[in-house]
Every structure is written in C-alpha cells, then in structure tokens.
C-alpha cells in the first residue's frame, strides 16, 4: 500500500527556515517521480519543486528558485524541501505527491499534507 507521510510543518517568521519530510512507504522512491505541491487559502493548488524519475532532474516553481531545494535519501525512501528566506505568501499546506512525471495529472498518490505559516 502506497502512503506518504509529511512532517515538518509550523509557525515561522518571515525570512525563517524550515525543513519539510516526506517519508515514503510501499514503493521504491528512485523509480518514480516525487514531487511537493502547495495550496494557498483560497487559491488553486500549485506545484513547487519535483525530481524526475527519468534522470533525477529538479524542478522549481519561479517563485521559489533560489530559496527551496529539493532532496532525496533512498536509503530512508524520504524526499526532503528544504524552504529558506520564507515569505507570508508562502503561506499553505504542503502536499507530497508521487507518480509517472512531475505534473499535478501525473501525480497519482498524494500525502494528506503540513500546514506552513509564515507570519510575525
């Protein structure tokens, strides 16, 4: 049975850090693509960084270029986003997804997501 997992949500002041978990279980994380999407109040769901499942590549929403990054430890089977230089408008709950490719149609299992707040 395929489950994700997200942890390392919470309050943050702008300009902060933090590091979010995605632990996966019930398949190989190498053999698919593993992305994190994020949903703001109000707003559609967007996708923010993904790592290919063809050649390992890494993908960034503009927005965020520079300040997140996007890892993988295969030995844990667990993707990691680390976000610096937070802003408010990063305000949302972030989801981890896996699938086919690194589009929200070919994301077929999604973790039920972590609330990140941004705010003084």
């Known amino acids: 049975q395929v489950q994700l997992v997200e942890s390392g949500g919470g309050l943050v002041q702008p300009g902060g850090s933090l590091r979010l978990s995605c632990a996966a279980s019930?398949?190989?994380?190498?053999?698919?693509?593993i992305g994190w999407f994020r949903q703001a109040p109000g707003k559609e769901r967007e996708g923010v960084s993904c790592?290919?499942?063809?050649?390992?590549?890494?993908y960034y929403v503009d927005s965020v270029k520079g300040r997140f990054t996007i890892s993988r430890d295969n030995a844990k089977n667990t993707v990691y986003l680390q976000m610096n230089s937070l802003k408010p408008e990063d305000t949302a709950v972030y989801y981890c997804?896996?699938?086919?490719?690194?589009?929200?149609?070919?994301?077929?299992?999604w973790g039920k997501g972590t609330l990140v707040t941004v705010s003084s």
């Open positions: 019930g398949f190989t994380l190498d053999y698919y693509a």
């Open positions: 997804a896996t699938g086919g490719s690194c589009t929200y149609d070919g994301m077929d299992y």
């Open positions: 790592i290919s499942s063809s050649d390992g590549s890494t």
